[in-house]
């Protein structure tokens, strides 16, 4: 068909697979639980809603500047201002259709072809879509420990003539580990020193536990004048439970921000107006909203590492932020997308093969649904894979009796 090599090189995802085969398995009227999930079930803050109601009612919903309207960008630096400590002007901040669109436009405005971008494994699976469909090359950094946090070094010598960026995103998706906030200090330094842009995709920045705080890399930088090469990534969708609305923001130098403005206004034009006055109502007065699905998110964190600890042969590692759980079943099978496939089509579970996140042999797992989600969840996983189960278990009214291991 002539399609280009960018189309050429961008992967099928072995999730959307697995959605399809789910999505077989539920109209034929099958009791598929989903673990996978990406976003949280609570409902928008009721802020953020009737801001949204007031100007629908308006009839006005017209075009918004490519950058973001004012009200909106002054909510941005005051997030900015209180949670990272940076004082920035309008002209720092660019919003746009969702954290993914600020992320992909920033790449288009920092990468050459055949450059290079850094970031940790586990990563989130569109990183090296995102950096190939730019016409980069993205470099995953594995600790040398084999666990979820790199050691600088680790980072340092994936670190090329060629790279031009490093992503850090913390909590991390998919492992929901907090990087100490001395490797935060020492990639920022990293970063000053050679002269390579920091891109911080902070998007589940206030969904940490047991008293944990996240850290301002702004606060680490050196460099806080206007050719600082940090970019601040965040927006609405999971701390605020509004994925829907599609509302995320770039806060960097006014350089940067004026080169990402002028190609997002060539792509999509300017954030949708009707979401813009709904993220300016959650971020101004929705706090106890994140507070409260922070804390639905701990317990069912507890619960779900709780489970996975009565497995005989499950590494888990309790998550410090995020709704993601990503243990190791590599004990019971070492390729995940075998194994996300066999829980699906013996216990009806859905999860997310961890080959798609860098690491194999893990499987992400969600925690944002309802408790009885999770237990459920989790037990029909065990009894499907752990000969230490009980044979027999209830799925959607039916006895069934293992009989694999």
């Known amino acids: 068909m002539g399609l280009s090599r960018i189309a050429q090189s961008v992967g099928e995802s072995a999730t959307l697979k697995l959605n399809e085969l789910a999505a077989a398995l539920v109209q034929r009227g099958e009791p598929v639980l989903h673990l996978g999930g990406g976003e949280p079930k609570s409902k928008a803050p009721a802020q953020a809603l009737a801001s949204a109601a007031a100007l629908l009612a308006t009839g006005e919903v017209r075009y918004a500047p490519p950058d973001g309207i004012p009200s909106l960008k002054r909510a941005i630096l005051a997030y900015t201002e209180e949670f990272y400590g940076r004082l920035a002007a309008p002209e720092n901040v660019m919003a746009s259709g969702g954290a993914k669109q600020a992320i992909m436009v920033c790449l288009q405005a920092i990468l050459n072809p055949g450059e290079e971008v850094v970031y940790p494994a586990p990563y989130w699976v569109s ?3 995102m950096v190939s469909l730019v016409g980069g090359v993205g470099v995953p950094v594995h600790a040398a420990d084999g666990g979820f946090v790199p050691r600088l070094r680790d980072i340092e010598q994936k670190v090329g003539p060629s790279t031009r960026a490093v992503i850090l995103n913390s909590p991390n998706n998919p492992s929901g580990v907090l990087y100490p906030r001395d490797l935060v200090a020492e990639v920022v330094d990293l970063c000053e020193r050679r002269g390579l842009w920091l891109i911080m995709d902070d998007i589940y920045h206030r969904l940490v536990f047991a008293g944990q705080k996240p850290v301002s890399s702004w606060e680490l ?7 600082s090469k940090l970019v601040l990534i965040n927006g609405v969708s999971k701390q605020y439970a509004m994925t829907g609305f ?8 006014r350089a940067l921000i004026a080169a990402m403005t002028k190609i997002q206004g060539q792509q999509t034009s300017g954030p949708s107006t009707l979401s813009t006055p709904a993220a300016v109502g959650a971020l101004k007065e929705a706090h106890s909203d994140v507070e409260s699905l922070r804390a639905t998110l701990e317990s069912n964190r507890d619960l779900m590492v709780e489970h996975l600890r009565s497995f005989n042969r499950v590494v888990v590692r309790p998550p410090d932020g995020t709704f993601y759980c990503f243990p190791d079943f590599g004990a019971y099978n ?4 075998e194994l996300a496939r066999f829980v699906l089509e013996k216990a ?3 999860t997310v093969p961890g080959v798609e996140f860098g690491m194999d042999s893990h499987l992400r797992l969600s925690f944002c649904g309802s408790a009885g989600e999770i ?3 989790i037990d029909r996983m065990k009894w499907a894979l752990d000969p230490g189960a009980p044979a027999e278990i209830e799925i959607g009214g039916r006895r069934l009796r293992r009989d694999w291991v």
């Open 348 to 350: 009806r579970v859905i």
């Open 127 to 129: 990183y090296p879509q």
């Open 334 to 337: 070492k390729t995940s997308a």
């Open 221 to 227: 930088a050196s460099d806080r004048s206007e050719t």
């Open 375 to 377: 237990r459920e969840g």
């Open 246 to 253: 599609r509302i995320g923001w770039a806060v960097g130098s």
